[in-house]
């Protein structure tokens, strides 16, 4: 039987056609907006048997209880984007253009109980994120925020040569237990530095003190993440004449964070946290890593 398929706008694919099953769509974040296909169906929506990121699970398929929870995340990201800066919210409308609803991963450990969460993107799939359900507004817009500075850079890096370092693993990272190549950890970079200042400017606006004393406490602890492993990246002898530009600046968005610091206390704990993960990271990997002030 012949299937016609029209393309509407506001809509997208559609049919009449018994044979046709419609994607889902979440509604636009803004008002003018276009939806936002949320593809659960497309058995090509990820690499099927493929390489994918250790800490992402599988697709899944929604039923009408998780599409809800989708659905009540996502009424409220809009407003948490925008707590973070208008520019984010622009953002998101401009870059994202499909969500791919993974399972709820286990979470990590041997004595964990209930699930964690993922999300990721895809290199050859500009505007598509994945990303496991997600439980609030707030982590919904801070994943957006994450996953849409790895979705830029990765174009970025398609257009201009940034650097010629190889893939060797080697460089501390706080936010991971392995080593990495140079690439992944301009990438960890360029992505923690955009939610240290997502959750400054959530820290600035807050109304609520618990809300605020939250924000405060996620950007202090992606701020030192990013000051631990900013001397790997800067040292770099394989930075091109662009790429020594964009690190550059990414070094100056860091230092005017300084302008609006933290609590001591938020501060002070997470330095402590990155010290202790650089301490283990060094055991593990037998490989002495500089200290930032150092």
Do not use: N
């Amino acid at each position: 039987m012949d299937v016609v398929v029209r393309l509407e706008d506001g809509i997208g694919a559609w049919s009449g056609a018994p044979a046709w099953t419609p994607a889902h769509a979440l509604p636009g974040l803004l008002s003018e907006s276009p939806p936002v296909p949320l593809d659960d169906l497309d058995p090509y929506r990820t690499v099927h048997g493929g390489p994918r990121h250790h800490e992402l699970s599988g697709p899944t398929v929604l039923d009408e209880a998780g599409r809800k929870r989708w659905l009540e995340a996502w009424s409220g990201t809009a407003e948490m984007l925008r707590l973070g800066g208008e520019h984010r919210v622009a953002e998101a409308v401009a870059l994202l253009r499909c969500l791919i609803p993974l399972a709820d991963p286990p979470r990590p450990g041997p004595d964990a109980r209930g699930t964690g969460s993922c999300s990721g993107t895809r290199r050859e799939a500009f505007g598509a994120l994945l990303s496991s359900t997600p439980p609030t507004p707030a982590t919904f817009a801070a994943t957006i925020v994450h996953e849409l500075q790895h979705t830029k850079l990765s174009v970025l890096s398609d257009m201009l040569v940034l650097h010629h370092a190889g893939p060797r693993e080697r460089h501390f990272a706080p936010w991971r237990p392995d080593p990495r190549p140079y690439e992944g950890l301009l990438q960890g970079v360029y992505a923690h530095l955009a939610l240290a200042d997502f959750f400054q400017r959530c820290a600035l606006r807050a109304e609520r003190p618990a809300h605020r004393e939250t924000a405060w406490s996620q950007h202090a602890r992606y701020r030192a993440q990013v000051a631990a492993a900013l001397p790997g990246l800067v040292g770099s002898s394989d930075l091109t004449e662009r790429g020594r530009r964009f690190v550059d600046q990414i070094v100056a968005t860091h230092e005017r964070m300084a302008e609006f610091p933290a609590p001591r206390g938020h501060t002070a704990r997470a330095q402590a946290q990155v010290t202790a993960a650089r301490d283990l990271w060094t055991r593990r990997h037998g490989v002495a890593v500089r200290h930032p002030d150092e």
